[in-house]
């Protein structure tokens, strides 16, 4: 079955960097785009970045610059570099793709705190 798997979470100082992974196993990984969403307490759930089957990638405007979205086809794994991170950017961040109608991974943790 379809299962993505986050890793990567952790608590990291402002202007700190982290970087993301996802795996994904049971579907042909490199025929779908993939996404990056985020969820901090009390907000809706928000697209951080995006990457198509073909590496063209989109970022929000809140992270552009900042962050990174790659792919690895062969590691079939999805990657989100974080860096100059801010306060703002604590949320649970989860990995999104997959055939429709998507799937969803179990999301990590990312706390931003001095």
């Known amino acids: 079955q379809v299962q993505l798997v986050e890793s990567g979470g952790g608590l990291v100082q402002p202007g700190g960097s982290l970087k993301l992974s996802c795996a994904a196993s049971g579907f042909i990984f490199s025929n779908y785009a993939m996404s990056w969403y985020r969820q901090a307490p009390g907000k809706q759930r928000e697209l951080v970045a995006a990457i198509t089957s073909g590496g063209i990638t989109h970022y929000a405007n809140s992270v552009k610059g900042r962050f990174i979205i790659s792919r690895d086809n062969v590691k079939r794994t999805v990657y989100l570099q974080m860096m100059r991170l801010t306060l703002e950017d604590t949320a649970a961040y989860y990995c999104?793709?997959?055939?429709?109608?998507?799937?969803w991974g179990q999301g990590t943790q990312v706390t931003v705190s001095s």
């Open positions: 999104n793709g997959g055939p429709a109608p998507t799937y």
